[in-house]
């Protein structure tokens, strides 16, 4: 089983960043792809972002050039820079690390870090 770690979360006030860490393992940190997932109360998961092992990234059209994703090779670490921030991306978010050509469903999912953007 895939171990995936995140961290990061925490209370910020609209306009304002934050930085979000997921971790896994060395041998898988190049063969997969991380990708960052979000739910808020009452709403389904959705997708936020993801970088693969080409450094490839894709974002989500709510995030608007707000958030930038990159890889730290030294640390096995995906990082989620979220800037400009807005109450709506209040939500808990996930981190999901899945073997290249398949999706989030057959990847694993870390426990999920609260993200609250409030004045």
């Known amino acids: 089983q895939v171990q995936v770690v995140e961290s990061g979360g925490g209370l910020v006030q609209p306009g304002g960043s934050l930085r979000l860490s997921c971790t896994v393992p060395?041998?898988?940190?190049?063969?997969?792809?991380i990708g960052w997932y979000r739910q808020a109360p009452g709403k389904q998961r959705e997708f936020v972002s993801q970088i693969g092992w080409n450094r490839g990234r894709d974002f989500a059209g709510f995030v608007r050039g707000r958030f930038a994703i990159n890889m730290d090779d030294a640390k096995n670490t995906v990082y989620l820079q979220m800037n400009r921030l807005e109450t709506e991306d209040t939500a808990v978010y996930y981190c999901n690390a899945r073997p290249l050509g398949t999706q989030a469903k057959d990847g694993t999912w870390g426990q999920g870090t609260q993200v609250t953007v409030s004045s």
């Open positions: 060395e041998e898988i940190f190049r063969k997969y792809t």
